[in-house]
């Protein structure tokens, strides 16, 4: 299962000035004649609410990636150009091979309303066309409110909260400041700075993992402030004779796809050996807790039995627990049924009675083979339901839609079988050009289907595709396009 949690704000702040950019569509960083840096807060409560509800129920298990995509193009050819600066009255030119960290911001930050860093920051034309006596003039986009160089927002510096001591008295952390905890990271102490990513040519995309501070702020060990985002220190602070060297990234404001994430990976997925239990090796036996259709949370563990001995229970997703079973093939010479008992099954207070599930013992089924041959497996055709083919669907919070995997042998009648190694991708595309959404990830094998659990309300407006893939007879076999489907967006949701 994959989370999308979408940056709130992000705003470039320029050193030396109390401008703010908070609603422009592109970050900057900047070195060289000017200096810039971004600041950027993502909300957590979608990761903590899938954490407390027990929807994805083990933190550990979850890995958090943060995507920013680069606004730079690809075309060798931009790379030399060198253009009007859009932060001073220079020259600037597209950063190479460099090194940008990343670090815990002093304070929580207001974004603010404005978008230039100077006229003429993004149409060159545009101020000219007003005087200042007009309703649209020049100063239109320019705004030193809320956060910028010097503060976290109107009436506050950067500072340290716990002390409202101010940490540096030229804005928000000094170069100097920065050299001596990059030092720190790079020795691995304790350090304002989370991590770090190396450019070679300048058009990389950011793809950094955060999972350890976001960890740490769902635990309460650091507020939730945002991030900051510079040139590493000894390139910051490098001068280049009225040059200014930048590299640019879209914000939460871009109108196009590329909104900056972080998704959420959990780690695990359902995987009930019931219709196979193989002797020798551990199975998983899964029993599932729903209300009206909606799988729901018991009040504790509860417990299971086979043949008299307990074994201990585990939750795999919300309303889903499940066993280790290890039964030893010594003891089992012949197919044998087994009864597997679960007790201790508490809803809203209320005990229910106990449920007896039964599984087969065949010692003939093993998860590993050796002899002369190869043990081959039938091909087969898949399906996917659970969301209609060109259906349309809004991305309203919340909705989450299960897609089951339907696998049908060819040339049978109706010969269902569910598999173990299904991978699930959801992806976009730009011309031929297949921007990936969800990257491959496991599909959950329950007792009777193949599924897997799609998130809708975390998905940008677009058309979508999915598709599967297998490996199967020593083979990856593909399976492409098996559902379009189009996400509207919600706009009731909305504001101006």
């Known amino acids: 299962?994959?989370?999308?949690?979408?940056?709130?704000?992000?705003?470039?702040?320029?050193?030396?000035?109390?401008?703010?950019?908070?609603?422009?569509?592109?970050?900057?960083?900047?070195?060289?004649?000017?200096?810039?840096?971004?600041?950027?807060?993502?909300?957590?409560?979608?990761?903590?609410?899938?954490?407390?509800?027990?929807?994805?129920?083990?933190?550990?298990?979850?890995?958090?990636?943060?995507?920013m995509t680069n606004a730079g193009s690809i075309d060798s050819s931009e790379l030399h150009s060198i253009y009007e600066s859009k932060i001073s009255e220079g020259l600037r030119t597209r950063a190479t091979s460099f090194d940008v960290i990343f670090f815990m911001l002093p304070n929580y930050f207001d974004e603010g309303s404005g978008f230039d860093g100077k006229n003429n920051f993004f149409n060159q034309g545009y101020y000219s066309k007003y005087t200042s006596s007009n309703a649209t003039n020049s100063s239109k986009m320019i705004s030193e409110d809320s956060s910028n160089w010097y503060q976290s927002s109107n009436g506050r510096k950067w500072s340290d909260m716990s002390t409202d001591d101010i940490i540096t008295t030229d804005g928000i952390y000094s170069n100097d400041f920065l050299s001596n905890e990059y030092e720190k990271y790079a020795a691995n102490e304790e350090s304002v700075i989370i991590g770090t990513?190396?450019?070679?040519?300048?058009?990389?995309?950011?793809?950094?993992?955060?999972?350890?501070?976001?960890?740490?702020?769902?635990?309460?060990?650091?507020?939730?402030?945002?991030?900051?985002?510079?040139?590493?220190?000894m390139i910051e602070r490098t001068k280049k004779n009225g040059i200014v060297s930048y590299t640019g990234f879209f914000t939460n404001h871009t109108n196009t796809f590329f909104t900056p994430v972080i998704d959420s990976l959990y780690e695990d997925f359902i995987c009930d050996d019931r219709q196979k239990f193989s002797l020798d090796t551990v199975n998983k036996l899964y029993i599932y807790s729903s209300v009206d259709g909606n799988l729901e949370n018991l009040d504790e563990l509860p417990i299971c039995k086979i043949e008299d001995k307990e074994y201990e229970v585990f939750q795999e997703f919300k309303g889903v627990y499940y066993a280790n079973i290890i039964l030893n093939s010594k003891d089992y010479s012949n197919i044998t049924m087994l009864y597997d008992e679960w007790s201790n099954l508490k809803y809203k207070g209320e005990l229910l009675h106990d449920v007896e599930q039964y599984f087969t013992v065949q010692p003939n089924i093993k998860k590993v083979t050796i002899g002369n041959a190869i043990q081959t497996e039938p091909r087969f055709f898949p399906n996917v339901y659970g969301i209609k083919n060109e259906e349309k669907l809004i991305n309203s919070d919340g909705e989450i839609r299960k897609i089951v995997i339907e696998c049908e042998e060819p040339y049978s009648y109706n010969k269902k079988v569910n598999l173990t190694n299904l991978k699930f991708r959801l992806y976009v595309k730009d011309g031929e050009r297949e921007i990936t959404t969800i990257d491959w990830d496991n599909v959950n094998l329950s007792n009777n289907e193949n599924n897997y659990y799609l998130r809708i309300g975390d998905l940008l407006p677009n058309e979508y595709y999915i598709d599967i893939k297998v490996k199967r007879n020593n083979e990856v076999i593909t399976y492409k396009k098996l559902c379009k489907f189009t996400i509207i967006e919600d706009v009731t949701n909305k504001f101006i």
Do not use: W
């Open 1 to 67: 299962m994959v989370l999308k949690t979408y940056i709130d704000k992000c705003n470039t702040i320029i050193s030396g000035t109390s401008l703010n950019t908070g609603l422009n569509p592109i970050g900057e960083l900047n070195y060289g004649e000017n200096i810039s840096r971004m600041i950027i807060h993502f909300p957590i409560d979608n990761i903590s609410n899938a954490i407390n509800d027990k929807t994805c129920p083990n933190k550990a298990k979850f890995k958090h990636i943060f995507y």
């Open 197 to 233: 990513q190396h450019f070679d040519i300048g058009n990389e995309n950011i793809n950094l993992d955060v999972t350890e501070y976001i960890n740490s702020v769902i635990d309460k060990k650091i507020p939730n402030n945002g991030i900051g985002i510079a040139f590493a220190p």
